[in-house]
């Protein structure tokens, strides 16, 4: 772990907006008025990532705040990119009206995050691709909201949250289960022991490699599309030759660039897991899963299924499996669980779902919801800007979202070696393990490394 123990770690002070002289007419938006937040009180945000999940789902919850605004995206596929520009000029020019002055374009995530007029960044790259502009960005005295699953190996996921400790950044892991009212309530009534003392956790997980993407049959070797950058987009990860199924949607089925259903949707329920337990900033002690992988070179090579038992040092088991989306806690006296996305809550006994949290017992973190100036629905987004706002944490913060992640990871490594491994969760190593330790880092192809992220913030041209 040399390579990542000498990164130079420096605080950068975080850099006055750009100057702009008003207007001779000043819109009733920019002031303020008809309701609007005035252009002075809004978080400016940079979009780096503009596929279908970024300019779909991200940008669609960042139209919702009116304190903030993009005013910048950023994507290695120029068409990709060109899309989410228009979709927010469409956006904005509608609601701002003549005080909006348009999105701009960055190829190089480098150049958006070395502007002094973004405030924040939001990262809706493929996996490998989220921790090094996140600590760009927490180097440069930007806010961060990362998707998840937060990293690709737990070696840089420590060196995250270090470096958004160091700097003072606000961080959110972006995942919405922890702003969902029965997601909160079935954690909370397990923390005050409606179940009894918790002894088992059980999460599902979909079987398969589901939702595959669309290029996942294109697996014939081409030449990149002119407007692509795939030099870039494969970033840090050994060289590989291009082929569409590689890349866009398909990406996560391949262990250089991700981790499988396992970290895919792990990082959802497993956090859930985590919060029932209340474990956020730590972790299991011994690992051991089966799983069935195909051959490392084949490029998709994730296991579609896994079966993993975890211990906790306070006793508590988990098994994580391959079936369909679920969590359940089992306590002594009862459990409390959900079967599929979203589904509702089930309980041993009704009375569980009744029960009211009293106002001496633990109370979860819950985000206020609120859509310009009306209550309403909110999420991991609203949060994230009213955490710059006050700067207190968000609900799912750097060290969570890493200690959710490593769970997925170890388990892939306990799957890969083929064996029950023990894991010191202070330390982040396996005990007495050469091997399995190894499997927590791997080398950075350059110049896509964490230690060149300091140097692309002097200013440097880009690469």
């Known amino acids: 772990m040399n390579d990542f123990n000498q990164m130079t770690r420096r605080r950068f002070l975080k850099a006055s907006g750009v100057a702009i002289t008003a ?28 596929g279908l999940h970024g300019a779909g789902w ?19 596929d120029e068409s990709r990119m060109k899309k989410a520009q228009e979709k927010v000029n469409a956006h904005y020019s509608k609601k701002r009206g003549r005080s909006y002055h348009g999105c701009s374009t960055h190829s190089d995530f ?29 180097k440069s005295g930007k806010d961060v909201i990362c998707e998840k699953p937060l990293t690709l190996f737990v070696a840089e996921g420590r060196i995250l949250c270090d470096v958004v400790k160091e700097n003072d950044r606000i961080f959110q892991t972006a995942s919405e289960n922890r702003s969902i009212d029965t997601y ?55 060289l590989a030759p291009y082929c569409p ?17 396992l970290t895919d949707w792990g990082a959802h329920l497993i956090d859930l897991a985590q919060w029932g337990n209340n474990t956020v900033e730590t972790g299991p002690v011994e690992v051991q899963g089966v799983g069935k992988f195909p051959p490392r070179d084949a490029l998709f090579n994730t296991t579609p299924e896994f079966n993993i038992d975890y211990k906790y040092a306070n006793g508590v088991t988990m098994n994580v499996s391959s079936s369909k989306p679920g969590i359940r806690f089992e306590g002594e006296e009862g459990w409390i669980g959900f079967e599929k996305w979203r589904g509702p809550l089930q309980a041993s006994d009704k009375k569980i779902l009744d029960s009211k949290i009293g106002p001496n017992e633990t109370h979860l973190y819950r985000p206020r919801v609120v859509i310009g100036r009306r209550e309403g629905k909110g999420g991991e987004h609203r949060n994230f800007i009213d955490c710059v706002k006050t700067r207190k944490p968000c609900y799912a913060p750097a ?40 499997m927590l880092v791997r080398k950075q192809r350059e110049p896509w490394t964490i230690n060149n992220t300091s140097s692309w913030l002097k200013g440097e041209p880009s690469q």
């Open 23 to 50: 207007p001779t007419i000043i819109s009733s938006s920019a002031l303020g008025l008809s309701g609007q937040v005035s252009a002075s009180n809004r978080i400016t945000l940079g979009l780096i990532g503009c």
């Open 58 to 76: 991200n940008l669609d919850q960042m139209f919702r705040n009116d304190d903030s605004e993009v005013i910048a995206v950023c994507d290695v």
């Open 110 to 138: 480098r150049d958006l995050i070395n502007r002094k007029d973004i405030d924040a960044v939001a990262i809706c790259t493929p996996d490998h691709w989220h921790v090094i502009p996140a600590i760009m960005a927490a």
């Open 184 to 238: 909160i309530q079935m954690c909370e009534l397990v923390r005050n022991g409606r179940i009894g003392k918790l002894k088992r956790i059980f999460v599902t997980l979909p079987l398969g490699n589901v939702g595959r993407g669309s290029n996942f049959n294109q697996r014939d070797i081409i030449e990149p599309p002119k407007d692509f950058n795939y030099e870039m987009w494969q970033g840090q990860a050994p």
């Open 245 to 261: 199924a590689r890349c866009h949607g398909s990406f996560r089925w391949n262990l250089a660039y991700s981790g499988g259903v």
């Open 399 to 438: 060290e969570t979202g890493h200690r959710t992640i490593t769970i997925a990871h170890i388990g892939n490594i306990s799957m890969l070696l083929g064996r029950k491994l023990k894991w010191n969760p202070e330390a982040e190593q396996f005990v007495n393990d050469a091997e399995a330790n190894s």
